[in-house]
């Protein structure tokens, strides 16, 4: 069965360097996502990306993320000056279609330790 | 209360029970998703729901959606220690899926 992909499984890093969370959705798929999940909290919205572009994101993505699909296969989340807040599970995820009609199948996740 | 908040918190049942969490929301929804979530692991979807849907089964599983009191229901029959997860809903919104605290299901063998 097809699943979405995530490396590294376990990322440390010192504050203020620069993160690259890299995820491989599902080959058929269109809508391309990311969530983060702060431990013991929500899973959070942070960004949908569609035929190569943003399509919406949440306050949480702020100009320190940025998402990129820089070949047919992958889709990563770039994090450019990491904070300590910014530790936590971070979620790609994967539909078919758009977020309204369609099941989100998420990977394995990332976890970011920022020290 | 926020969008997607499920209730109870935390249930703890013996293996055979049935297990029923609840969800609530406040906007409107055009789908409702459940998700399974073992600990420090993915979330892996279970099922979804149109709004035009009262109704669903998968298995084990079955679902409720009543959007006139904006709350679903996850009823998940014959429990298994397998089950022992967190469960949560989720909500379509124009900005991505909407996740509620979730229920900490522990089935005990």
């Known amino acids: 069965e097809p699943e979405v992909t995530q490396t590294p499984s376990h990322q440390v890093t010192q504050m203020g360097q620069e993160v690259i969370l890299r995820c491989v959705p599902i080959?058929?798929?269109?809508?391309f996502y990311w969530y983060r999940q702060i431990l013991g909290q929500k899973v959070e919205f942070l960004v949908s990306f569609y035929n190569n572009e943003i399509s919406e994101k949440s306050e949480i993505f702020d100009d320190q993320f940025s998402v990129e699909r820089p070949d047919g296969s992958n889709f990563t989340l770039k994090i450019r000056s990491t904070k300590l807040e910014d530790s936590a599970m971070y979620f790609c995820?994967?539909?078919?279609?758009?977020?309204?009609?369609?099941?989100?199948?998420f990977g394995p996740g990332t976890r970011l330790t920022v020290l | 209360s926020q969008q997607g908040e499920e209730d109870p918190q935390a249930l703890s049942i013996q293996e055979g029970e049935n297990a029923t969490m609840n969800c609530s929301y406040k906007?409107?929804?055009?789908?409702l998703q459940w998700y399974r979530q073992n600990s420090g692991r993915g979330l892996v979807h279970l099922i979804l729901i149109r709004s035009n849907e009262r109704e669903k089964h998968s298995g084990r599983l079955r679902v409720t959606l009543d959007t006139s009191k904006k709350s679903s229901s996850l009823l998940i029959t014959a429990s298994r220690a397998a089950d022992t997860a967190s469960y949560f809903c989720a909500t379509d919104a124009s900005r991505g899926l909407t996740f509620g605290q979730g229920t900490i299901l522990t089935v005990h063998p």
């Open positions: 080959s058929n798929h269109l809508y």
């Open positions: 906007t409107s929804i055009n789908n």
């Open positions: 995820a994967s539909s078919e279609w758009g977020p309204s009609y369609n099941e989100q199948f």
